[in-house]
């Protein structure tokens, strides 16, 4: 399958959230942030988006894939070389709950 995955800058940072991954890519001045939820007390919205942060040039950038995992929060991520590996998480909702069970990887340089 032919993956189309295209990055543009944003103007300003994400929006807020909480029980995202942050990881550092290696060799490099950036983070990349995926997923996480918010909720303010009446409303709860899970994330599946993907951003790069350069904290150096303080810029922001959103990465958009088709083969994106399903939004979830509370997941485990880590970086090893060009990839970033995303385990589990949930799915929250004030009226939806799934726990996940699987295993993403993102490479780096595509």
Known sequence: AIVA???DTLESPPSCRNYCSI???DGADEVLIFGGEYFDGDTSVCYNDVYRY???KDEWKSVSSP???PPR???QAISVREH???FGGEFSTTYQFH???DLWRFD???
């Open 99 to 101: 726990h996940y069970r």
């Open 23 to 25: 990881s550092p890519i």
């Open 67 to 69: 083969n994106t995992p």
């Open 73 to 75: 929060c509370s997941h």
């Open 5 to 7: 995955v295209t990055v």
């Open 108 to 110: 780096i340089n595509s």
């Open 84 to 86: 970033i590996y995303i």
């Open 54 to 56: 350069n904290y150096v």
